[in-house]
């Protein structure tokens, strides 16, 4: 073969189309590096809602000690005593509290590493140099344990990544089977009808598998089932809307959204407060910020503080819903518009 003959038969095989999706390929895989290692390479607590209990002076006089800390780790406010402190984090107001004793030399630190384990293990730390310096020893209660079998808590982010993972997917198989976008609303609406079979069979399974099955997680069933459903259905309603606009490109911008900028700023291995301030910002606004919240607080706070969690993710799926309907009928409509060409039939023998 010659080189010219060489060179044309690359230019015909390597379509600009190709070239362009192999590109959009390798800047996904540059961004998923980017996003991991930018939010989790230096985890830091920034700012961590974190509460004093006990007498007046006393607690005043720890939070301003607390709120000079180098690099702002802790964001504290006084509570009038230990329950109020139990009950702010248990509503998950706040993520963990000093409680001073005056009459002893031992203090109480109040954590719930059912919300994530990195950042209880951290405030013992700062709070353990902080009672060190003061002549005070340190007594840690977990007022929210995670589960035995919940290694470092991340069961539940595992959990949502795994129906984030099912709804694109399904969406994708979707358009991989019968093109990436319907060809009428008829068409839209049973994509999505089929989504919805999909969430409630993929949030009752995994539900069962991290409950009965593994007892990785505590907390309702029907309340997973019921969160995993919503979790999968925003996830794949969204993938079919931005199919229905962008076509097939479409999966790589839900890649984008859900897999490398939600994951890592889902607070699973490390919580809000110790990302970077973007991740930080975005991760509550994603599906697997939102749901990692949720399922956490299912499991191990008493489902408290779920709402706006829960209409974001509620957003994903009704956003998903109208955009997929409406890229349908206007494809639809340009469909109709366009002019058909003629069918000559050939002429008849005489």
């Not at 840690?140 to 069961?155: E, K, Q, R, Y």
């Not at 999909?198 to 099955?213: E, K, M, T």
């Not at 973007?278 to 489902?303: D, H, K, M, Q």
């Amino acid at each position: 073969m010659t080189r010219n003959g060489f060179l044309a038969e690359v230019k015909d095989a390597v379509t600009p189309r190709a070239t362009l999706l192999v590109l959009g390929v390798l800047a996904l895989q540059l961004l998923f590096i980017a996003s991991y290692v930018g939010a989790l390479h230096d985890p830091k607590p920034k700012d961590v809602p974190f509460a004093v209990a006990g007498p007046r002076a006393a607690a005043e006089q720890t939070a301003t000690r607390l709120d000079r800390l180098p690099g702002s780790p802790l964001d504290p406010r006084v509570v009038a005593d230990e329950a109020t402190a139990r009950d702010q984090i248990l509503n998950r107001e706040i993520d963990g509290a000093l409680v001073i004793h005056p009459d002893r030399t031992t203090d109480t630190l109040l954590v719930a590493s059912g919300g994530g384990t990195a950042l209880a293990v951290t405030l013992e730390k700062y709070l353990t140099t902080l009672e060190t310096s003061q002549q005070r020893t340190l007594r840690t209660v977990d007022v929210a344990p995670a589960s035995p079998h919940d290694f470092n808590g991340l069961s539940a982010f595992y959990l949502v990544i795994g129906w984030c993972v099912g709804g694109y997917l399904c969406a994708s198989v979707l358009a991989i089977s019968s093109g990436a976008r319907p060809v009428s609303p008829h068409r839209a609406l049973i994509r999505l009808a089929s989504m919805a079979v999909v969430a409630i069979v993929g949030g009752l399974g995994g539900a069962v598998i991290v409950g009965p099955i593994l007892d990785a997680l505590p907390g309702s069933l029907m309340a997973l089932w019921g969160l995993g459903s919503l979790v999968i259905f925003a996830v794949g309603a969204a993938t079919l809307a931005f199919q229905g606009i962008f076509g097939i490109i479409g999966i790589g911008l839900v890649i984008l959204l859900v897999v490398i900028a939600g994951n890592p700023s889902a607070g699973g291995a490390f919580p809000l407060p110790m990302l970077p301030p973007f991740w930080e910002t975005i991760g509550p606004a994603l599906p697997p910020g939102a749901g990692t919240w949720v399922a956490r607080s299912i499991a191990y706070f008493n489902g408290n503080d779920t709402t706006d969690a829960l209409l974001v993710l509620s957003a994903w799926a009704a956003g998903g819903i109208v955009v997929t309907l409406l890229a349908a009928e206007l494809r639809a409509k340009r469909t109709r518009r366009e002019p058909h060409t003629p069918t000559t039939s050939s002429p008849s023998a005489t």
